[in-house]
């Protein structure tokens, strides 16, 4: 089956600092990877995606993930934090075996600090 | 609009009840999905549908019954509510022209609390 896993429930940075989020895959065939963000009270919305193009994904609000079939990772980066990318940050993974739903990590909530 | 909308947005019910939870989506989108979000459990499916008429249980369909008559409508009902049945419910859709590996497109959610 077709499973991701978070590292870190929680994850606090300054304005301006690096914003690194975590993300490990599970899966036995090529995956296709995703990442959403929630802001409070509203739903998914995507960030960037993984179709086996290009490894380096560049997604909105000057995020990027890099996928790593090495190490079996996808994480979310940004170069430097605003205030407004407080929110929870999903990754996601296709499964074939349900119609191509995703099945998501279970969040990292950003804080970001002044 | 074009979009996916989810109603009720807020619902509060009692144990034993019945309810209904809407979701239409205005894309002609194939796949459509309803998943529960719930703290430290991130998003789980609960059914999702190919097409009209096509439905399949996802990981915890226990307790919801979902219909397909229309491509737009993808109703999700809880038959008899129970506390565990408290959460946030999002509807998704998926496009599936050209490939599978399309994105979910998500609603804004339906809070649901049953006491």
């Known amino acids: 089956a077709q499973s991701v896993t978070q590292l870190g429930s929680h994850v606090s940075v300054s304005e301006g600092a690096l914003v690194l989020l975590r993300c490990n895959y599970s899966?036995?065939?090529?995956?296709?990877l995703f990442w959403y963000v929630q802001y409070p009270n509203q739903g998914l919305q995507l960030l960037l995606k993984?179709?086996?193009?290009?490894?380096l994904v560049k997604g909105i609000n000057g995020f990027e993930a890099e996928f790593k079939k090495s190490e079996t990772s996808f994480h979310l980066t940004k170069p430097s934090a605003h205030m407004s990318d407080a929110a929870e940050y999903f990754c996601?993974?296709?499964?074939?075996?349900?119609?191509?739903?995703?099945?998501f990590g279970k969040g990292t909530s950003l804080l970001v600090t002044p | 609009d074009a979009g996916i909308t989810q109603s009720p947005r807020y619902k509060i019910t009692e144990t034993g009840r019945q309810v209904t939870l809407m979701c239409h989506q205005t894309?002609?989108?194939?796949?459509m999905f309803w998943y529960r979000q719930d703290l430290g459990h991130g998003l789980r499916l609960i059914y999702y549908?190919?097409?009209?008429?096509?439905?399949d249980k996802g990981e915890v369909p226990d307790g919801y019954v979902v219909s397909r008559s229309k491509t737009e409508n993808f109703p999700l009902t809880l038959e008899s509510a129970t506390r565990s049945q408290t959460s946030v419910y999002f509807c998704?859709?998926?496009?599936?022209?050209?490939?599978?590996?399309?994105?979910?497109?998500f609603g804004e959610g339906s809070r649901l609390t049953v006491l």
């Open positions: 894309w002609s989108h194939s796949y």
């Open positions: 993984y179709t086996s193009a290009a490894t």
């Open positions: 998704a859709s998926r496009d599936t022209s050209g490939n599978n590996t399309g994105e979910l497109f």
């Open positions: 899966s036995s065939v090529p995956p296709y």
């Open positions: 549908s190919a097409a009209a008429d096509i439905t």
């Open positions: 996601a993974v296709s499964d074939p075996g349900s119609g191509y739903a995703l099945n």
